[in-house]
């Protein structure tokens, strides 16, 4: 299995709902991340995990909350969204957070739309 | 800090013909890896090709190559016999030993029959 899957596809929320992404790997893979993508922009990393830990925190708002509850599990609680933050989120995986197999794998993105 | 410059915001090419994608970066590391991933309209980023700097000879994965120029820092990707399914947006990356990938901007393939 090569695969990292996202739900949900989609997501509307208003500014005061609290919703939550998910992202899971089933390749064994010990760092996740986390990035927002804006139209015909690249991806920015917000958050990644390494061994299931918080390694880097790209000074994400607090209003954007991760959590890895395993290895294969990565997911992203939102609260108190702007519309500013709509955009597609990608989830992505790689084998170890250093060294020579650290070719990240993408999910397909949530996008999300907020209100 | 690590940059990766993409030059053309977009680029045509005709089906069956070649075309080439640039990309520069900046980084003061000796060891770290290049890549070029493809991301389709509405589709899911996929990794085309990657290169790690410590390897002279330029890496090729069927119809995609590279030409890695270590000195000048430049790490083009040439797509061969180009097909309708290549158009997408290409972004060049650019990873340390510390693995946070750097993006270039991306330039949109668009493919013509």
Known sequence: DTEVTQTPKHLVMGMTNKKSL?????????????????????????????????????????????????????????????????????????????????????????????? | AQTVTQSQPEMSVQEAETVTLSCTYDTSESDYYLFWYKQPPSRQMILVIRQEAYKQQNATENRFSVNFQKAAKSFSLKISDSQLGDAAMYFCALAE?????????????RVKS
């Open chain 1, 22 to 115: 998910k992202c899971e790997q089933h390749m064994g893979h010990r760092a996740m991340y986390w990035y927002k993508q804006k139209a015909k922009k690249p991806p920015e990393l917000m958050f990644v995990y390494s061994y299931e830990k918080l390694s880097i925190n790209e000074s994400v708002p607090s209003r954007f909350s991760p959590e890895c509850p395993n290895s294969s599990l990565l997911n992203l609680h939102l609260h108190a969204l702007q519309p500013e933050d709509s955009a597609l989120y990608l989830c992505a995986s790689s084998q170890l957070p250093r060294g020579p197999y650290n070719e990240q794998f993408f999910g397909p993105g949530t996008r999300l739309t907020v209100l």
């Open chain 2, 97 to 109: 030993y510390g693995n946070k990938l750097v993006f270039g901007a991306g330039t949109i393939l």
